[in-house]
């Protein structure tokens, strides 16, 4: 049924709740878990140059180190969970538009089922759902599990 089970991550404690929910089925599944965390540029507009951007965007990040951490520690968390459970994980990092590369990468990779957090980073809840995942949802033909910390 799920061979390869997509996690993107922003790094928030409710995409990390997602991650429990999918290495349940991609143990029972046995499918390979990838993790994917999209540095979001249009969020980070205001303060870089056009030209550091389009570096981002290359996956060259220079001296912007904060950049790369955050993203690594995001995509880690959910490989070294994965690989604690003896599952095959697969890491990616990306720069762009979270959702159309979340839905890119579903598409490129034969994703079958994406798990993700209702919500995320920004923390606020005025919306059932956050921005990402329901770009997400419109944008996938994939399945997607979305994981509320507030309701579990
Ligand atoms: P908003 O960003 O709309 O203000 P929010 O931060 O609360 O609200 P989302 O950003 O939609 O909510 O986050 C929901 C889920 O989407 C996260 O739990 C995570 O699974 C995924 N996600 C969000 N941002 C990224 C990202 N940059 N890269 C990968 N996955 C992401
Ligand atoms: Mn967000």
Redesign the pocket.
């Known amino acids: 049924m799920y061979e390869r089970i997509l996690v993107?991550?922003?790094g928030?404690e409710?995409?990390e709740a997602?991650v429990d929910h999918a290495l349940e089925l991609a143990e029972r599944y046995d499918a390979v878990v990838h993790t994917?965390?999209?540095v979001?540029t249009d969020s980070m507009s205001l303060t870089l140059g056009a030209e550091q951007l389009d570096r981002i965007e290359q996956g060259k990040f220079g001296e912007m180190d904060e950049v790369r951490e955050r993203a690594e520690r995001a995509t880690d968390y959910v490989a070294d969970r994965a690989r604690e459970r003896g599952l095959e994980v697969v890491e990616h990092v990306s720069a762009g538009k979270?959702h159309s590369l979340?839905a890119e990468y579903v598409e490129d990779n034969d994703i079958d089922l994406v798990v993700?957090?209702?919500?995320?980073?920004?923390?606020?809840r005025r919306t059932l759902?956050?921005?990402?995942?329901e770009r997400t949802l419109r944008s996938t033909r994939a399945p997607v599990l979305v994981v509320d910390t507030d309701r579990e």
């Open positions: 993107p991550t922003d928030s409710t995409a997602a994917l965390y999209v979001d979270p979340i993700m957090g209702s919500h995320g980073r920004s923390g606020i759902l956050g921005s990402v995942t």
